[in-house]
């Protein structure tokens, strides 16, 4: 990828420049195999130095605490929504679910399939907030209380770990902030994130589970979605996705040599205040619907022009296109504009930006 080009995709997102090119040589030839790093057995001595190192990556970052196991699984995040209930709900047979966006919304839908769902606020007519935690309802007796970090369609994003009763396990989402800030992983039953926006490309989620809610799913659950099992089988059980987890591994790598992720938080409030700056400053022209305090710093969502200008915001895309400004449609359900701006975007990419979206500015506003 050229200098010239910032792509500002949600997912599957951009990789650091340089896990790129050390990926593309091991296309050809992983170390001194002789065969693509594709090919690698999964029960192999090489790709099992792959797989242990990818979760000494997540547990260093992370600080996971050893009563925690770390699984590289399939099915994405959507896969999760219901694999967190088939593996939890079995606790007392009804759940809490925060919904703030669309993909908690989601999830809460699929977790009724196999238990009674209870969310905690009533249903938001938009997704632009988080509602006070004095409108919650949290029942003490629920198998866990869910969340999703960071929802990346509507730019909505807990700045904060929400506080449930005492014994309840806390399940998150973080599928678009993984590895963008610290956390306190003992605060959570199960962590779980797709890699394909912050630390990898498609076809891996990485979930993180503490060992006591290991053992009990629900009798339907299939031996793949099953914690249990997979973690029995250090997530072997069957033939993983060997080439994404091996990128997983490198990112998080890059991640260390970078700073860690103290400095992919720094560089994410960076990197935001930069972007809302010119949206606040713009009088109108750009809107961010989000209240301040649940402002993602991962997807940055606005529309163009007084109530959101199809013909102008279709504009503002392609003019950003020609510039090397990519990706920067919003989702369909809501449309306007969204930059995701993950750990592998620069300042510098960031900047570009924003120059644009002055000068789009000074030509459009009436």
């Known amino acids: 990828m050229t200098s010239s080009v ?41 790709f099992a130095e792959i797989i242990e190192g990818a979760e000494r990556n997540v547990r260093e970052l992370m600080n996971v605490p050893a009563n925690y196991k770390v699984l590289f699984v399939q099915g994405g995040g959507t ?65 866990y209380v869910y969340y999703c970090a960071n929802e990346t369609v509507e730019g909505v994003e807990f700045q904060y770990v929400p506080e449930v009763p005492q014994g309840v396990p806390l399940v998150c989402d973080m599928s678009s902030n993984f590895f963008s800030r610290p956390v306190d992983v003992s605060k959570f039953g199960v962590i779980y994130g797709g890699a394909q926006k912050n630390i990898g490309c498609s076809g891996v989620t990485v979930v993180v589970v503490r060992e006591d809610l290991l053992g009990c799913p629900l009798p339907v659950c299939p031996a793949v979605l099953d914690y249990g099992i997979m973690a029995k089988n250090k997530s072997l059980y069957n033939t993983p996705p060997t080439f994404a987890i091996h990128v997983v591994g ?70 950003a296109a020609a510039q090397g400004l990519l990706s920067l449609k919003g989702h369909r359900s809501v449309g306007g504009i969204r930059a995701s701006i993950y750990n592998a975007i620069t300042s510098d990419d960031v900047r570009r930006l924003c120059e644009f979206m002055r000068t789009f500015l000074k030509a459009n506003k009436v």
């Open 79 to 143: 896969g999760q929504f219901a694999a967190v209930p088939l593996n939890l709900m079995s606790r007392t047979g009804k759940a809490d679910y925060m919904v703030t966006g669309s993909w908690s919304s989601k999830a809460a839908k699929e977790a009724s399939k196999y238990g009674a769902v209870n969310l905690v606020f009533p249903k938001l007519e938009k997704y632009t907030t988080i509602p006070e935690k004095s409108t919650w309802k949290l029942d003490p007796e629920a198998a």
């Open 6 to 46: 910032s792509y500002f995709s949600p997912g599957p997102a951009k990789l650091p420049h340089e896990v790129l090119t050390k990926l593309q040589d091991e296309l050809v030839q992983y170390k001194s195999t002789q065969v693509s790093v594709m090919e690698l057995s999964h029960r192999s001595k090489d």
């Open 250 to 319: 490198e990112v998080l790598a890059w991640v260390k040599r970078e700073g860690g992720l103290e400095e992919m938080q720094r560089r994410s409030i960076e990197k935001s205040k930069m972007l809302y700056g010119v949206i606040d400053e713009s009088a109108g022209f750009y809107n961010n619907p989000v209240d301040v305090a649940a402002r993602s710093r991962m997807n940055v969502v606005f529309r163009v022009g007084e109530g959101g200008k199809v013909d102008l915001e279709a504009n503002f895309i392609s003019q």
